[in-house]
C-alpha cells in the first residue's frame, strides 16, 4: 500500500522546511542585527562621550587658569609700585591661555576668546580706575595747597595793611 497524496505530502514538507528556516534565518537576522548595530551605536556614543569629556577636562582647565589671573588682579589694588609689572605680567598669562585654546576640538571657542576680553577689559578699568584714584587724591592735595596759599595770603594782606596803617602814621 502505498500513499495517495506522497506528493502533496512532500511539497508541504519541503514547504514547511522553507518557511522554518525562513523563519529562523529571520530570527538569526534580528539577533546580529540587535546586537551588531548598538556596537556601532556605541563606538560613536563613547567618541562623542571622550569629546565632551575633554572639553570638560578643558573647562576646569581654563577656569582654574582664569582663577589664578582673577588674583593676580584683586592684588592690583594693593600695589603701589610695580603696577605696570603686574599689568604685563597679567597680559602674558592672557596670551598664554589664549594661545592653549585648542582650534579644532572644542565647540565653542569664542566663550573661551569672550572671557578673555572680558578679564582684559576688567584689567584695563582696574587700571583706569587706579589712575581716576591716584588723580583724586593729587587734586584733593593740591586743594589742600591752594588753601594753605590761601591762608598766607591773607596772613600777609593783613601784614601789608597793618604796615601802610603804620607807614601813613
Known amino acids: ?21 525562513v523563519t529562523v534565518g529571520i530570527i538569526f537576522v ?14 560613536i556614543l563613547r567618541a562623542e562621550n571622550q569629546r565632551i569629556q575633554y572639553e570638560f577636562r578643558y573647562q576646569k582647565k581654563f577656569m582654574q587658569e582664569l582663577e589664578k589671573i582673577d588674583v593676580l588682579i584683586d592684588s592690583l589694588d594693593n ?17 598664554d591661555i589664549k594661545s592653549d585654546i585648542p582650534k579644532d576640538s572644542l ?10 576680553l572680558t578679564y582684559k577689559k576688567f ?3 582696574k587700571r583706569d580706575l587706579k589712575q581716576v584714584e591716584n588723580a583724586k587724591t593729587e ?6 595747597q591752594i588753601r594753605d596759599y590761601e591762608k598766607e595770603i591773607r596772613q600777609l594782606e593783613n ?9 601813613n602814621n
Open 1 to 21: 500500500m502505498e500513499i495517495l497524496n506522497k506528493k502533496e505530502r512532500v511539497s508541504s514538507f519541503l514547504l514547511f522546511l522553507l518557511m522554518f528556516v
Open 159 to 167: 601784614a601789608l595793611e597793618l604796615s601802610r596803617r603804620l607807614n
Open 30 to 43: 534580528a539577533v546580529f542585527f540587535s546586537y551588531k548595530l548598538p556596537w556601532k551605536e556605541n563606538e
Open 123 to 125: 584689567m584695563d578699568a
Open 107 to 116: 565647540d565653542d571657542k569664542s566663550m573661551y576668546e569672550n572671557l578673555i
Open 139 to 144: 587734586i584733593d592735595d593740591l586743594n589742600d
Open 79 to 95: 600695589t603701589r609700585e610695580g603696577y605696570f609689572f603686574l599689568e604685563q605680567s597679567i597680559n602674558a598669562d592672557l596670551i
